[in-house]
Each structure stands twice: as C-alpha cells, then as structure tokens.
C-alpha cells in the first residue's frame, strides 16, 4: 500500500539543521517497509544511515511541530499530541514528569505496534527522547505487550544507545500482562508504578497525577515514531500525505477474509482500496468492523465510498481508532462473531465496578442467546437495556465500548438476528473468524 | 455542592445513598447506584451531604468538576 507522493518542498525542514546532513524525506511509506525486516528492525547503524541523526530541538518545539503538523495520537482515541504535551509540561511542579511509549497494544485485532516495535523500535525509542526532553521528565518507560525476545532486544538496542551518547534519557522496557486493559492509560500507569494494570477512577487524569503520582504523558508507540519522523522532516512534510483536517499517514491492521496485515495508510485513502474489495452487496464481504473489539460494524451498503478517517467515519457512529478494520467474509455469522468477542470482553472485566461485574456477562449472555437459535422473545430487549445500564457508568471506557459493539451489531446484523429467531442461521462458514485470545484472568498475578 | 458523583471503584453497592437521597439516586437491578445528573437545591443539601457521609465506602462525593 503506498502512500500519496508529497509534494517536493524547497523549504528546510523547521527543526534546526541536524548535524549531519540529512537525506530527503522518505517518499512512502514514511514508517519504513514493515514486511521482509527481521526482528530488531535495521540495526542502530542502518537506523541512522537511513533517517539521519535525531535533531535537538529547543523548549517548547516539539510542541509547535506536533501542533502546526495537526499530529493526533495513533492509539485510538486520536487526542492532539500538541495539547497532551503542553498539559504534562503544564502540570509539572518540581522537575518531576514521566512519559510511557505505550506498546502494549491489548486489542487483540490490532497489530501495528509489536510490528512497529519489531521494524521500527528506533524510531519509538527517537520519539520517546524527544517527548521527555520537552516534558522534562525524570523517568521515561517503554511499555510493552509481553514478549520475552521482543523485551530482550529493546534492553539491548536501550544499552546501545545509551553507550553510544545517542539517548540522553536511559529507557525502561516494562512488561504489560496480556489484559485487554492493560493498555488503558489509568492501568498502565498503574502498573508502571508497580501495581497491577487496574484502571482507576479519574479525576485525576494521568497526566495530572499518574506513574507515582508525577504528571505522566502516555503516548502510543505510533504517535512517538511519527514524532520522531516530524522532529527530522517538519510539519510541512507530515501534512504533504493525508487530509487538511486529518494530516499525515496512520498504520492499520486490515483483516480481509484470506488474511491480516498491517499497512501504513494515508489518512483519506478509500476503504476499498485497503480492503481491495468493492464493498458489493452480493460479494464476498458481509460487513465491516471498524475500530477493533470497541469498535464499530458498519454495513457494506454504509462502508461503501468511505475514506479512512474520522471525517466519513464519525457521520457513521464508527471512529478511526487505532486503525482496525475487519472485512467480515460474507458466509460468517456476524452476530456469532459478536457473541465470541463479547464474551472475551466481559471475561476481561477489570472487576472492579459493579455496573461491568454484573452487566458484561449478563450482556455476553444475552449475546450469545441471539447467536444460538430461537432465543427468549425478550433477549434483544434485555439485551438493551442491559447496554443501557452499564454505560458510563464504570471507572473506564470497558463498559461503554462494549456497548458500542453490541448496538452496531444489534442494527446490521438485524435482518441475521430475526433468522435466528425463526430458527436459522445463514452462515456457510461456521469455523471462526475473528481471533479472540483464550487464557482469560482468573488471578490478581494475571494482572500484573 | 450542586451535584453529586460516585466512584465506581470504591462502591460496593451498599445503596445507603439511595435510601438517604431517593430524589437523586436510584439504585439498578444489581444494587448499584444511578445518581441522577440534576443540580441539588438548597434544600436538599442538607440530605445530599447526609448520603455523602453515609456511604461505607466513600463512594460518593460532590462532583468537584462542576
């Protein structure tokens, strides 16, 4: 998948001259082939062959890059860096700030960050040097999704760095538990501080009090490595790929029904183009799934014509997110899919709130009762008011994203749910589609 | 005060609040506490402050934010 050619600047990028002469911006893709690497990515020698050395910007300049290049955060909820960095540089008192790379990535349908993290790990570890410097922070952290090899090699490539003068800020690789909230930024900083990956109650924000009670900055391992890439090339650069009001590129994971991949998309790029399928009514693609298992299923006949983007998203009721989407094949049952993933998510309850203790598995079960055949009469609608009742209602958004999947489902696998009603089921393909993990929390140890 | 929130967290449905402050909160099918968005009266204040140091577990407290 390419990205659309920037347009050639005559302009220097708006960073200070690096004190090595730099090469060109790279054309497409920006975050480098993401296939054919091995683990580890280029070395640190390539790393910096290829990119150049990271410039050394003043007070306050990644700030008015992130905000002149219109950089939103890459983990889903899409919140200008520009404004994350000047509310921790904001709420700092005494020298004290934390900044987390969050690479946990607990959506299980997402896999742009560990491939990052793989390909890319310099460019995260580049990213995470420029935040804490701007944030002046006394503690920087690389959190990751638990993989002992993928740990392994970030300590070292953190060693390399460190010995070579490259990194001013010494990196700390923590573990993340395999929870589907240990990447909600009140649980990791939960657990950074050496607790278990609990979301707590806000206010107050992580930003004001988080990893020990310091203002923390939580940025997603993409935001960094676009950072990093913006520090070198400019604002005028970022925005040359995307749209005015949504600049630049994003990684997507794209499920399609003969397999998974994470692609570097420029922000407008049809959905169709990415799915390499028209979106037909009769076709091999049922419907479409965006924004993982807190996201939201859209028709084909409302997926059609729409661009990457929360500006054709949004009018939908579907948001960008981390960039998921799920092209459901045609023979697959949406509303048994939904049943699984809903299952896995109240299983993965924090448990901490009664409204998503007791509404999630009711939620699921209900669920499940649509996907089975003939269900009680009153199953859809206890099922909505169920939904009703838990949203907002928990300490985090676990509550309020299921709820987001359940009343899609409920409307474009209507027509599927009245099936199942009169006793039929239409799927041709019964095996599963959607990958949900198994080995769910049954401990406190599995929460840290 | 002029409304009320309850951290979800701390709650363990004991439902005091409910019982001291029905005209602001009602408790679900599991026990738990729906506290009503509308601002308390100044006649009601007195009530409201009651059900906030009632609640076992410090669940519920004046919605700072507002």
Known sequence: MTLATPRPTATAPTA?????????????????????????????????????????????????????????????????????????????????????????????????????????????????QLAATEVSAGRVVLYVHRDPILVGGLRALVDQRVRLGVDAHRVEVVEAPPRFL???????????????????????????????????????????????????????????????????????TVHSPDRRRVQEVALGTPLTSLLGDPLL??????????????????????????????????????????????????????????????????????GQCGPCVNGLPAIAGGMTELADLRPRPQARDDLLRWAGLVAGRGACHHPDGTVRLVRSALQVFAQEIEQHAAGRCTATDTSAFLQVPTGLPTRDEDWS | ?????????????????????????????????????????????SHARRAVAACPTLALAPDADR
């Not at chain 2, 019982?19 to 909160?25: A, N």
Request: glycine share 14%; hydrophobic share 40%.
């Open chain 1, 16 to 128: 200070p001259a690096p004190t090595t002469a730099s090469p060109p911006p790279p054309p497409a893709p920006r975050l480098g082939h993401l296939v054919g690497v091995l683990p580890g990515g280029p070395g640190l020698d390539d790393h910096l062959r290829h990119y150049s050395t990271l410039p050394q910007l003043g007070p306050g300049e990644l700030g008015r890059l992130a905000a002149d290049a219109g950089l939103v955060g890459r983990g889903g909820a899409g919140f200008p860096t520009a404004r994350k960095l000047a509310a921790v540089a904001g709420a700092r008192r005494a020298g004290r700030t934390v900044v987390v790379g969050n690479g946990a990535e607990s959506e299980p349908a997402s896999g742009k960050d560990r491939t990052l993290l793989r390909v890319r790990p310099n460019l995260v570890l580049d990213g995470l």
């Open chain 1, 182 to 252: 240990a990447g909600e930024e009140s649980a990791l900083a939960s657990r950074v501080s050496g607790g278990l990956a609990l979301p707590r109650f806000t206010p107050p924000r992580v930003f004001q009090s988080g990893v020990d009670g310091a203002p923390t900055l939580v940025q997603n391992v993409e935001t960094l490595a676009q950072l990093a890439l913006l520090a070198r090339f400019g604002s005028q650069w970022f925005r040359s790929a995307g749209l005015a009001d949504e600049p630049g590129s994003m990684l997507t």
């Open chain 1, 281 to 350: 009514p009769d076709g091999p693609i049922g419907a479409v799934l965006v924004g993982g298992f807190h996201g939201t299923w859209l028709s084909t006949a409302d997926a059609v014509g729409l661009r990457l983007g929360n500006t054709d998203l949004r009018p939908r009721g579907a948001s960008v997110g981390a960039g998921v989407i799920v092209a459901l094949p045609a023979g697959v049952c949406g509303v048994v899919e939904t049943a699984r993933v809903v299952s896995y998510l109240a299983a993965e309850s924090a």
């Open chain 2, 1 to 45: 005060m002029m409304r009320l929130t309850v951290n979800p967290i701390r709650c363990d449905g004991h439902g005091a609040c409910a019982e001291l402050l029905p005209e602001r909160v009602a408790l679900d099918e599991w026990g738990y506490p729906i506290v009503s968005d509308a601002p308390i009266p100044d006649r009601m204040a």
